[in-house]
């Protein structure tokens, strides 16, 4: 099985040949055991194209049981409930660590821990999203049985976004060294704006949210009722017009909340590694899980009052890592660390001295 599993997912340069004998033009293929150190910013595992054909089913396979596809759509409009929300997400979480230990049998340690650390931080990063989701949600009144195919249509469009800004990310990396200073410049504004720019946040969330007067209206004509589960209806006393209910409104404004939180996430973990596959398969990953942790910690994301300082705390750590990288070596295992003690700390700070108590959030 270890045999198989090279097999699929090293590249052919990763195989040396020799002649079985002088007479035979057979050749036998012998693995060579080297893997380039991913854990070091511009180096990776070389990976054929079989892994990323193994990677796109296990993902499409998952995501066809996550949705029920393999078994109808019977709970479509039902509420989901806290402890499924909590069990689905335990899936996606068990999923991505199942695919870690596949990387340790494949790539080895180093190449594993590179990657749980990645996945590690795109999951700390993504409960950013889960206060503008909140917000988002809460602002344009949307109903909890609806929130759940806004934020399914949201996370697919967010995983061909993040495939472009990764890839775009990596080739400016690799073509022009000074990018890096750009990329830590985002990654040290994005921690401010989580510590001292939630005011503003908030406001441009509302006024995007506002039917009357978002930007959104410029693009399509908006209607403010909801037409089940329609984000686009045809309105009779407007010709057949095509026009927009409050649900497109909010898949809009998280398509592009996303590419802006994407805009410091992605630098991120470039600072920990290059390697496209380890990058791109870690957010994956995070972004998959994220329409469950919603569900999970839309109810009590406000109590954490001190997370978004953890999480800003972890952004600088990362964005000097980058700023850094040429004079300092940091080792995964520190990186790793540092996310969990700052998630850790942020929690436990959050428990020993709470806040007023938020408004309670609508949840599915």
Same mark, same amino acid.
């Given at each position: 099985?270890?045999?198989?599993?090279?097999?699929?997912?090293?590249?052919?340069?990763?195989?040396?040949?020799?002649?079985?004998?002088?007479?035979?033009?057979?050749?036998?293929?012998?693995?060579?055991?080297?893997?380039?150190?991913?854990?070091?910013?511009?180096?990776?595992?070389?990976?054929?194209?079989?892994?990323?054909?193994?990677?796109?089913?296990?993902?499409?396979?998952?995501?066809?049981?996550?949705?029920?596809?393999?078994?109808?759509?019977?709970?479509?409009?039902?509420?989901?409930?806290?402890?499924?929300?909590?069990?689905?997400?335990?899936?996606?979480?068990?999923?991505?660590?199942?695919?870690?230990?596949?990387?340790?049998?494949?790539?080895?340690?180093?190449?594993?821990?590179?990657?749980?650390?990645?996945?590690?931080?795109?999951?700390?990063?993504?409960?950013?999203?889960?206060?503008?989701?909140?917000?988002?949600?809460?602002?344009?009144?949307?109903?909890?049985?609806?929130?759940?195919?806004?934020?399914?249509?949201?996370?697919?469009?967010?995983?061909?976004?993040?495939?472009?800004?990764?890839?775009?990310?990596?080739?400016?990396?690799? $073509? %022009?060294?000074?990018?890096?200073?750009?990329? @830590? *410049?985002?990654? &040290? !504004?994005?921690?401010? =704006? #989580?510590?001292? +720019?939630?005011?503003?946040?908030?406001?441009?969330?509302?006024?995007?949210?506002?039917?009357?007067?978002?930007?959104?209206?410029?693009?399509?004509?908006?209607?403010?009722?909801?037409?089940?589960?329609?984000?686009?209806?045809?309105?009779?006393?407007?010709?057949?017009?095509?026009?927009?209910?409050?649900?497109?409104?909010?898949?809009?404004?998280?398509?592009?909340?996303?590419?802006?939180?994407?805009?410091?996430?992605?630098?991120?973990?470039?600072?920990?590694?290059?390697?496209?596959?380890?990058?791109?398969?870690?957010?994956?990953?995070?972004?998959?899980?994220?329409?469950?942790?919603?569900?999970?910690?839309?109810?009590?994301?406000? $109590? %954490?009052?001190?997370?978004?300082?953890?999480? @800003? *705390?972890?952004? &600088? !750590?990362?964005?000097? =890592? #980058?700023?850094? +990288?040429?004079?300092?070596?940091?080792?995964?295992?520190?990186?790793?660390?540092?996310?969990?003690?700052?998630?850790?700390?942020?929690?436990?700070?959050?428990?020993?001295?709470?806040?007023?108590?938020?408004?309670?959030?609508?949840?599915?």
């Amino acid at each position: 099985m270890t045999l198989f599993l090279h097999s699929i997912f090293r590249s052919p340069d990763q195989v040396g040949c020799r002649p079985i004998d002088d007479h035979c033009p057979r050749y036998e293929y012998v693995w060579l055991w080297e893997v380039e150190n991913a854990s070091t910013p511009g180096n990776s595992v070389h990976v054929s194209l079989w892994a990323w054909v193994l990677f796109g089913t296990l993902v499409l396979l998952a995501l066809a049981l996550d949705l029920e596809l393999l078994h109808g759509k019977r709970d479509e409009q039902r509420r989901l409930t806290l402890r499924a929300a909590a069990l689905r997400n335990g899936a996606w979480v068990a999923l991505a660590l199942l695919f870690g230990l596949g990387v340790l049998a494949v790539y080895g340690q180093a190449a594993a821990l590179t990657y749980v650390t990645a996945y590690l931080l795109e999951q700390s990063l993504s409960i950013d999203n889960v206060f503008v989701f909140v917000l988002i949600f809460s602002e344009l009144r949307i109903p909890p049985a609806q929130q759940r195919s806004v934020l399914l249509w949201g996370v697919l469009g967010a995983l061909v976004m993040r495939a472009l800004l990764i890839g775009a990310g990596l080739l400016l990396l690799n $073509r %022009f060294h000074w990018v890096v200073y750009p990329f @830590a *410049a985002l990654i &040290i !504004f994005a921690a401010f =704006r #989580l510590v001292w +720019g939630k005011q503003k946040e908030q406001e441009l969330v509302v006024a995007a949210c506002s039917i009357c007067n978002t930007w959104v209206a410029r693009l399509i004509p908006i209607t403010p009722q909801y037409h089940g589960g329609s984000f686009v209806v045809r309105q009779a006393d407007r010709g057949g017009r095509l026009v927009a209910t409050p649900l497109l409104v909010a898949l809009i404004i998280i398509e592009t909340t996303d590419i802006v939180f994407a805009l410091d996430s992605v630098p991120a973990v470039l600072a920990i590694t290059r390697d496209p596959f380890i990058v791109y398969t870690s957010n994956i990953f995070a972004m998959l899980g994220l329409r469950s942790l919603y569900f999970v910690l839309a109810g009590v994301v406000d $109590r %954490f009052r001190y997370l978004r300082v953890g999480l @800003a *705390a972890i952004l &600088i !750590f990362f964005g000097a =890592r #980058l700023l850094l +990288g040429d004079v300092l070596e940091v080792p995964t295992g520190v990186s790793l660390g540092v996310i969990a003690a700052g998630l850790a700390l942020s929690v436990a700070a959050s428990i020993k001295w709470p806040g007023p108590s938020a408004r309670p959030a609508s949840s599915g």
